[in-house]
């Protein structure tokens, strides 16, 4: 039984010292691990117009005034996608959140989640659409966002379903999301 044992444990030891050997990389007499990280961007803090909004787990309830009954729910979309969007090298998070209350709206915003010297940094929201119905969201090799979306003809009323498609640009330049 102990040989087994020992055997089992050596057999676990090389094989965890060839896997790590695999997955790193000398780098000026430095052995190197490389990993593939990805931003939490459902822990993160955006500028919404101004106000700041901390999304806890994908959430946030914000009052719409300091005295008020009615709030505003803020939730990040399953529309989230990872890629170097700030030029570092580095991953980096954009996702669709959705903001509903204190009116008859539904409102998508794209935000990001960008990488820094220390820490990640939540960028300011765009408003994206009201009431639209998101397709896709995708980062290119040039850091361009691009967001497909359903969205209404100009003059059906808002209670329509969302039927036309419709594309949308966006880059982060110095510091801050912009449609492009």
Known sequence: MNKFLLVAIVVALGFGFFWFKDNSKEEGGVEVVQTVSKPDIASGTFDFEGEDIELVDGKATTKISPDSA???ETILTDKVEYGDINGDKKNDAVGLVV???GG???FVYLIAYTSGNVEYKGSNAVFVGDRIS???LSISDSGVITVKYLDRLPDEPMAADPSVSTTK???FLKGTLEER
Do not use: D, L, M, W
Request: charged letters at 20%.
């Open 169 to 171: 640009t966006f880059k």
């Open 134 to 136: 998101p397709e896709s």
């Open 104 to 106: 008859s709206g539904t």
């Open 99 to 101: 903001q509903e209350g």
């Open 70 to 72: 009615i709030t505003i």
